[in-house]
């Protein structure tokens, strides 16, 4: 079974500065697709950035790139200028494109991202 | 215009009772799920739906009863409710279930507390 860890609970950074959040994974699977998601105080989910596992190259949203070591299974979320608007909980996430696997989501424990004034 | 609504945000009830919430999303996927994340936080998947067939049940207990009426929507229907359903239930849908287009577009949640 696949799983997802994020070893950082709880992070803060000053605003416009850089702040990367770790995330690891466990699969032997070759063809994946990896994804950061952003929970706000709203609660609502909201995709930061995706990555697929065949790329070589890291994914890149404006503020926010990614770090995407496939043999170390590592997947990095980094953001730079950090916003007050970035706070909120950061969530790690993996996919295996299969049908009988159902696209389900596996989801790490959260990183909770504070942008500090 | 909301691409994945879920009704209701906030539902309230007693142990033992049965209540359903409804999820409809208008961006014409073929793929629907139910998420549950509880008080700490952690999410995991429930169900998953692709053109209203159940694709994956993940060991969740037969007191949940999701319901495909048409590829648009996906209910999630509880009986018996019991204290530890208390959570946040995320509904999302994604184009196709093993493809390209696989990004999951998440609902507000609706947040339900049994008392």
């Known amino acids: 079974a696949q799983t997802v860890t994020q070893s950082q609970p709880e992070m803060s950074v000053q605003e416009a500065e850089t702040v990367t959040l770790s995330c690891t994974y466990d699969?032997?699977?070759?063809?994946?697709?990896l994804f950061w998601y952003k929970q706000p105080p709203s609660r609502q989910m909201i995709l930061v950035i995706r990555?697929?596992?065949?790329?070589?190259q890291n994914a890149t949203e404006n503020r926010f790139s990614v770090n995407f070591q496939k043999a170390a299974k590592s997947f990095s979320l980094k953001i730079s200028d950090s916003q007050l608007g970035d706070t909120a909980m950061y969530f790690c996430?993996?996919?295996?494109?299969?049908?009988?696997?159902?696209?389900?989501?596996?989801f790490g424990a959260g990183t909770i991202l504070r942008v500090k004034s | 215009d909301t691409a994945v609504s879920q009704t209701p945000k906030y539902l309230v009830t007693q142990m033992g009772n049965d209540k359903s919430i409804k999820c409809e999303q208008n961006?014409?996927?073929?793929?629907m799920y139910w998420y549950k994340q509880d008080s700490k936080k952690f999410l995991k998947i429930m169900f998953s739906?692709?053109?209203?067939?159940?694709?994956i049940n993940e060991t969740v207990p037969n007191r949940f009863s999701p319901k495909s009426p048409d590829k648009a929507h996906l209910n999630l229907h509880i009986n018996s409710l019991e204290l530890g359903d208390s959570a946040v239930y995320f509904c999302?849908?994604?184009?196709?279930?093993?493809?390209?287009?696989?990004?999951?577009?998440f609902g507000p949640g609706t947040r339900l507390l049994v008392l």
């Open positions: 999302a849908s994604s184009q196709d279930l093993a493809g390209v287009r696989e990004t999951q577009y």
């Open positions: 699969t032997s699977e070759s063809n994946y697709y």
């Open positions: 990555q697929e596992a065949y790329k070589q």
């Open positions: 996430a993996f996919m295996k494109p299969i049908m009988e696997y159902g696209n389900k989501l596996v």
């Open positions: 961006l014409g996927h073929d793929t």
């Open positions: 739906y692709n053109n209203k067939e159940l694709i």
